[in-house]
T-cell receptor
Framework: GQQLNQSPQSMFIQEGEDVSMNCTSSSIFNTWLWYKQDPGEGPVLLIALYKAGELTSNGRLTAQFGTTRKDSFLNISASIPSDVGIYFCAGQRSNYQLIWGAGTKLIIKP | DTGVSQDPRHKITKRGQNVTFRCDPISEHNRLYWYRQTLGQGPEFLTYFQNEAQLEKSRLLSDRFSAERPKGSFSTLEIQRTEQGDSAMYLC??????????FGPGTRLLVL
């Protein structure tokens, strides 16, 4: 099925470092969403973005909806061990269907 | 815990057997979605309901798959004559209208 281009595929970082990941698409979306998924669990919503150019924070997480409506990024500041997991971006084009990236796996080196 | 529950959490079955999964959405949510997720990929849309009406089905949903939401509350997803390629995580999500979707923990299916 169709997927967004999400990068990087994986990241190895030290605890305390900042993290940045992004998603791009050839199509325009009305909503961009960022989810985190732990092993064996369903995705959990982190941030939802509804307007082009919107910058939204949720604690140490900050996400932006690109002005072209074809991209979004997620930043995590001062990473901690519980940030480990897979982060997914998703674009909502219609009022029901989400198109997903392939995920960014975050691994924190002890 | 998002409030969306799925049962069972894990299912191992032999090829050719039928399996049925259940999803209980958040009670006031009238939209319910089913997704399939394979390792290393994001979820892929299968189908969605508004109340009891099934409004959209993906081409991924072959004739062996059927989903129901008889009273507009819980939903079931049945796979008949399972194949090894059906092995995946099956996720359910719900939302009250066109807002963001909240996911359940998923049912992991392994077809031997």
């Amino acid at each position: 099925g169709q997927q967004l281009n999400q990068s990087p595929q994986s990241m190895f970082i030290q605890e305390g470092e900042d993290v940045s990941m992004n998603c791009t698409s050839s199509s325009i979306f009305n909503t961009w969403l960022w989810y985190k998924q732990d092993p064996g669990e369903g995705p959990v919503l982190l941030i939802a973005l509804y307007k082009a150019g919107e910058l939204t924070s949720n604690g140490r997480l900050t996400a932006q909806f690109g002005t072209t409506r074809k991209d979004s990024f997620l930043n995590i500041s001062a990473s901690i061990p519980s940030d480990v997991g897979i982060y997914f971006c998703a674009g909502q084009r219609s009022n029901y269907q989400l198109i997903w990236g392939a995920g960014t796996k975050l691994i924190i080196k002890p | 815990d998002t409030g969306v529950s799925q049962d069972p959490r894990h299912k191992i079955t032999k090829r050719g057997q039928n399996v049925t999964f259940r999803c209980d959405p958040i009670s006031e949510h009238n939209r319910l979605y089913w997704y399939r997720q394979t390792l290393g990929q994001g979820p892929e849309f299968l189908t969605y309901f508004q109340n009891e009406a099934q409004l959209e089905k993906s081409r991924l949903l072959s004739d062996r798959f059927s989903a129901e939401r008889p009273k507009g509350s819980f939903s079931t997803l049945e796979i008949q004559r399972t194949e090894q390629g059906d092995s995946a995580m099956y996720l359910c999500a719900s939302n009250p209208s066109a807002e963001t979707q909240y996911f359940g923990p998923g049912t992991r299916l392994l077809v031997l």
